[in-house]
């Protein structure tokens, strides 16, 4: 594969840092030099919050860098750009009769598998991230050691996404890190954001590159492989690390 492309889009978790864990240093250290030669993008089912507790306080580079760096936050329903700074270009905000309208349909879904939530929770189980929302077993806090060993097959969440496709079939639903569920508008994934990309960037598709740890059928990056963009599938930030090293040769 060529890897003289113009921009690198990065997943998250599970591939630039550890499920909800702080990027670490080394990593930013290698991204920094990443971006005195590419554009970078990161695209995340986590909302921005989570973007700067999680990778822009790791990643310690002048301000003059991040004009090459472009967030795509809630699976790229919202794409943020540094201008002096994080400015939204645009937002698909659910409405608030949108949001009612998936917490019901959580509540009908867990009703009609009798799901029974796990005694102890760390955070908060169905979360608001405005243009997105996201179920977490666990809750958002949840040790990443307890996460892991939940759902590994995905066999869990796949019967609650089926059950709540019926109560909200326009919307986008999908299966996301260890133990989320991620709601959007319709339409609205992480290969939207590619096309977003072309469109506010003007970078053709044969110019990006993508690395992720799900572009497995089913998995949350998938929808970027079905665009015919060239992909990297990795398994977490170790082997990430290793190509980025090649990406800056």
């Not at 690198?8 to 864990?21: A, Q, R």
């Not at 310690?60 to 270009?89: A, E, G, H, R, V």
């Amino acid at each position: 594969m060529n890897l003289k492309k113009e921009l690198i889009v990065f997943d998250l978790d599970g591939t630039l840092n550890e499920s909800k864990l702080p990027m670490d240093l080394e990593m930013g250290e290698l991204l920094t030099k990443l971006l005195e030669k590419k554009k970078v993008a990161v695209t995340s089912g986590k909302g921005f919050k989570l973007f700067e507790e999680q990778f822009l306080n790791s990643l310690k580079c002048q301000n003059s860098l991040l004009k090459n760096l472009f967030l795509f936050p809630t699976c790229s329903t919202s794409f943020y750009k540094f201008k002096d700074k994080w400015i939204p270009m645009y937002k698909e905000t659910l409405t608030k009769e949108q949001k009612e309208k998936i917490f019901n349909a959580f509540n009908l879904t867990f009703n009609d598998l009798k799901y029974k939530h796990p005694e102890k929770t760390y955070g908060e189980i169905i979360e608001d991230r405005e243009t997105q929302i996201t179920f977490s077993a666990f809750g958002q806090l949840a040790p990443l050691e307890l996460k892991q060993s939940w759902d590994q097959n995905q066999e869990k969440r796949l019967k609650i996404v089926n059950v709540l496709k019926n109560y909200i079939p326009e919307f986008e639903i999908r299966v996301a890190g260890t133990t989320s569920i991620d709601i959007t508008k319709k339409g609205i994934d992480k290969a939207y954001g590619v096309k977003q990309i072309e469109k506010h960037l003007n970078i053709k598709r044969d110019q990006i590159l993508f690395i992720g740890d799900a572009l497995f059928e089913g998995g949350n990056d998938y929808p970027v492989k079905t665009l015919g963009i060239d992909c990297i599938q990795v398994s977490g930030p170790k082997e990430t690390k290793e190509i980025i090293k090649n990406l800056i040769k």
